[in-house]
């Protein structure tokens, strides 16, 4: 012991224990000498009454010591008790540097890691723009639901009468603004007693290859045919667009054009108020007698013909939530019907491009909307949209990639596979690139909650 420590020791002895005596110079010195070496210490010193030398603190001391397990006392202990304590010791021998300023230290416990647990919740698929007729890719009822584009509000079955189709025109019923609808081809072509208009409609037209009854089987045959690896994705996933029951359903192209623009960049929620209100500007409540202004007094709402939306001002266009481009674009796409530019009888009969061309012409229709549109509400079987960043993961995903690693790596609008590529690997699924691009999509699990009614 240094000598200031072993003055201190015999001082302290007379009046204390060698257990308090080994506290006191830790406590004092920072020297955690055992008791039992206090003890020897004592006896060494009062036989042979010879002084203790000085401890310059370079010298290496081998200790003895005994392991001490104590028992938890029932009382508890003072604060200074417990700093004051020296660490516990073990039977070995151990050749230590002494230091007289440094503490001893006690290994700390490691914090045990915790493993994700594997009942944790999975991450959201990936966010992607879809279409907004998508809640339809998803149903696995056979019965009808509304069209999520707004273009039907009937939840009534339609017709499943066969008729011929073909997969470069329309193939569904097209609404006109008589109330009339408008097809492509009569429901049965080599009838005698077609009118001559109905004769003059169909010269130039292609021969139908199929029926509404047998367009699906036909086209999901092709496919496999093209690549058996889709077999699983195929049997999996039921398409039912193009199924007979999504084939019969009338579809409005101006009130599905106008619900596209007031659905860009605002949610489902917003788009769908936007919408009630924008019909509730054209179709104000009637006048009841007594005042009552309950709703079964009131006629089913319809959606305003393109000649009332076009005769409509801005300001009052706007009153529905609309912003003043919005609100322009759609009186603009009313004004393009009302004139004749845009029609059913067009939509239908004409060729994939002519409807690509005449429509992406419309301010506030981009390429990727009247793809959408053509592949959803017209009911086009060879639509393919390269720029879709869902048919983008999907066809890299089918093809092979890590969609991960290409993800992150970046690239801009084409980081998962080139406009090139899509086009050459997904030109053997002609003319039924419309069906490839679905299931696309289905193998990629793109996240549409968010615009699924829009």
């Known amino acids: 012991m240094p000598h200031k420590s072993s003055k201190f020791a015999v001082r302290l002895y007379t009046v204390a224990s060698v257990d308090q005596v080994s506290k006191a110079l830790y406590r004092r010195f920072k020297l955690p000498i055992p008791a039992t070496t206090v003890a020897a210490a004592y006896r060494c010193f009062f036989r042979s009454n010879i002084r203790i030398p000085k401890f310059n603190g370079t ?30 010791s073990t039977t070995q021998t151990t050749t230590t540097e002494s230091n007289p300023t440094e503490a001893p230290r006690t290994p700390r416990k490691r914090r045990k890691i915790q493993e994700p647990s594997s009942a944790s919740p999975a991450q959201p698929p990936h966010f992607t723009p879809t279409p907004s007729a998508v809640h339809l890719m998803t149903s696995t009822t056979p019965v009808r639901a509304s069209y999520s584009t707004g273009d039907i509000d009937d939840v009534t079955p339609p017709p499943l009468s066969p008729r011929p189709v073909e997969p470069h025109l329309t193939n569904a019923p097209l609404a006109t603004p008589g109330g009339s609808h408008v097809l492509a081809y009569p429901t049965d072509p080599s009838s005698a007693e077609l009118t001559s208009s ?29 690549d058996p690896r889709l077999r699983r994705v195929v049997e999996k996933y039921q398409c039912r667009i193009f199924a007979p029951e999504g084939l019969a359903e009338e579809v409005d192209p101006f009130r599905s054009l106008a619900s596209g623009i007031m659905a860009q960049q605002v949610s489902g929620a917003a788009a769908r108020s936007i919408k009630n209100k924008f019909i509730a500007l054209f179709n104000p409540p009637p006048p009841t007698a007594g005042g009552d202004t309950s709703p079964h007094h009131f006629a089913s709402p319809t959606f305003p013909s393109p000649a009332a939306v076009g005769a409509a001002d801005i300001p009052f266009l706007r009153t529905a939530g609309l912003s003043q481009r919005k609100a322009e674009y759609i009186q603009g796409l009313a004004q393009r019907f009302e004139s004749g530019e845009l029609s059913a009888q067009m939509l239908v009969r004409a060729s994939d491009e002519e409807v690509l061309e005449k429509l992406t012409a419309v301010r506030g229709l981009g390429q990727w909307s009247v793809e959408m549109f053509m592949c959803f509400g017209l009911k086009r079987m060879d639509v393919f949209s390269t720029g879709d960043l869902g048919v983008q993961r999907g ?24 406009e090139k590529e899509m086009l050459e690997h997904s030109a053997k699924f002609a003319p ?22 829009a």
């Open 395 to 418: 066809m890299a995903a089918y093809l092979g990639r890590d969609v991960g690693k290409l993800k992150a790596k970046g690239g801009g609008k084409w980081k998962y596979l080139s």
């Open 59 to 88: 010298e290496s001391i081998t200790v003895k010591t005994k392991k001490v397990i104590k028992q938890p006392s029932k009382g508890k202990k003072s604060k200074s008790d417990q700093d004051a304590m020296p660490p516990p």
């Open 198 to 226: 109905q004769q003059a409609g169909l010269e130039g037209l292609p021969a139908p290859t199929g029926t509404t009854a047998t367009l699906l089987q036909e086209a999901c045959a092709h496919l496999l045919k093209a």
């Open 432 to 453: 039924y690139r419309s069906l490839f691009m679905w299931y696309m999509w289905r193998i990629e699990s793109v996240n549409t909650d968010a615009i699924e009614n």
